[in-house]
């Protein structure tokens, strides 16, 4: 399996209040445009070799999606088409002279894991559909139908990407490869001030810059989910008191903190649509679990972006004006 072992690399699990900015001002907003709808036409290829080889369609898009928002410069040089690659050598067979063999006769005959699926008797990456075919045969083969969670972690040997994958997997299969619509994170009836403070410094918790904005308003003011995504996290930080974090398919991360109370029936794990309520404005934060109080009542807002291990964030003031120009419709979940 020497093909797999890519250098494993290093995880930085930050907390999350500890996050500091790394990218320059400048990077932030290619790199946030960067996200690609290339995987459009891929759906129907997801779902043909999905089901051809028992594995969820959803998991073999988390796994491109993924793959494609991790690629260095580099990588995108070395395999210039959308999603994962696999390595040369373990597409052309390990004692294959021709590490770039597309010849699916060759290839078979070394062992290789490339076909030809879509029957051009070429067998390479560059064609969507035999890249997918690969890596779902491959996936079955390593897999059988259990071990789903080992299978991901040889592709990738990274815990982040475990989580990012499978969380991708279930925003595609419930909501679609690229949902649209966001939503203005408080209910608009309500009255609220919008502080752009961005950036700027804190009194608590030392030398920490503001990563967000303020959105000031009553206690109990209902905190909406602003897009489609998954609650990757739920519960108390001293810093931002009881907060919720949901991340996208396209790895954005939203973090909504100081709440009074959490919505019922929203959960960690839970999938979530653009204008759902997931919490109310409160002012807890700034000590042990329960502090409130300690500055008036709002809801800090911030947006950050992770591209491999990098994370940062930027300022959401440009997205939530947008946002709060367009109808909104609040949903409430059933617990
Ligand atoms: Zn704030």
Known sequence: MGFLNKP???????????????????????????????????????????????????ILA??????????????????????????????????????????????????????????????????????????????????????LDECVWALFQDPVAMDRVFAFSRIFETFGLHPEGHCFPVDKRYNYTVKHTFGAGRSFGGRRIHEGVDIFASYGTPVLACSYGYVELMGWNRFGGWRVGIRDGDNYYYYYAHLSSFAKGVKQGSLVRPGQVIGYVGSTGYGPPGTAGKFPPHLHFGIYREIGHREWAFSPSSMLASWERQKQTVMRVKS
């Not at 995108?76 to 390990?94: C, Q, T």
């Open 62 to 147: 988390g796994i491109d999606r993924y793959a494609e928002l991790s690629k260095t410069k580099a990588d995108r040089n070395e395999h210039p088409f959308y999603g994962y690659a696999f390595d040369d050598v373990a597409w052309s067979g390990l004692s294959n002279p021709n590490s770039h063999d597309i010849d699916p006769m060759t290839i078979s005959l070394f062992g290789g894991l490339g076909v030809d699926a879509n029957r051009d008797r070429i067998a390479s990456q560059i064609e969507a559909e035999d890249r997918i075919a690969a890596l779902a045969s491959w996936i079955d083969l390593e897999s059988g139908e259990s071990d």
């Open 8 to 58: 494993k690399l290093q995880v930085f699990l930050a907390t999350f209040c500890s996050f500091t900015i790394f990218v320059p001002w400048g990077q932030t907003t290619s790199i946030a445009q960067a996200a690609t709808k290339a995987d459009i036409k891929l759906q129907p290829i997801y779902e043909q070799y999905g089901k051809r080889f028992d594995v969820p369609w959803g």
